[in-house]
């Protein structure tokens, strides 16, 4: 059977300083509509000898590197030692986990990025959530509305939940790697350890422990 996969099923709770935002969420989209305010009550408790305030709503960690080109709207949180590079683009309610990057040419709005995260090329993260240590290659992108602007439904092989959201990227697990200018439709969710292969086109689940090949998909099971 292939279920859709929980929020306690994708995401390692201790990698992410927006741990508390997941706690009655059933799946992760759930949190969507929530992460600008969780920004705005959480940053008026950070530690001000490790976080700057910029403006009214955006606190970056003195520790972390941002390009004098890159734009940062707020509510939004720059974790320690994360790095935001040339011409990124964050346009709010944005979380950047410790050790992450931001690279180049990036767009990022709506989302959490979790601990030691590479978005590193022309990159687009919109309405969704990414995993620890995961990491999008070079152009692939996050589709968060579907052509026909109907609502979001998450589909498996097994069922399908209406999300009753006009706008929902995709929400990849731990350890997810996703190929070069590859495309993830709306409402996609990638489980923990896959893979997906450059060039793809991904819609729906795809399990953890996996690997994603061609425009419609192969699965094929990583051996342990």
Not at 67 to 76: K, R
């Amino acid at each position: 059977m292939r279920k859709i996969p929980k929020t306690a099923e994708l995401f390692d709770m201790t990698k992410t300083i927006a741990a508390e935002l997941f706690e009655h969420s059933v799946y992760p989209w759930d949190i969507l509509d929530d992460i600008g305010g969780f920004i705005l009550k959480l940053g008026e408790t950070l530690d001000p000898d490790k976080f700057e305030r910029c403006g009214d709503d955006v606190w970056i960690a003195k520790s972390a590197s941002v390009a004098a080109s890159a734009e940062i709207n707020g509510p939004c949180i720059i974790d320690e030692n994360a790095e935001i590079r040339h011409c990124a683009y964050i346009r709010g309610k944005a979380i950047v986990g410790k050790g992450s990057v931001v690279g180049n040419s990036c767009e990022v709005k709506n989302a959490v990025i979790f601990d030691s995260v590479q978005v590193p090329h022309f990159n687009y993260v919109g309405d969704s959530v990414l995993g620890y240590k995961s990491h999008m290659g070079a152009g692939s992108v996050t589709s968060n509305v579907k052509s026909d602007k109907t609502l979001v439904t998450v589909k498996s092989e097994d069922e399908a939940v209406d999300t009753e959201r006009k706008k929902m990227g995709a929400m990849l697990g731990d350890y997810v790697e996703v190929g070069c200018n590859s495309v993830l439709c709306p409402g996609t969710i990638v489980g923990r350890n896959s893979t997906v292969y450059p060039l793809s086109l991904v819609r729906g689940v795809v399990p953890e422990n996996s690997i994603f090949k061609g425009g419609r998909g192969v699965f094929n099971k990583i051996s342990n």
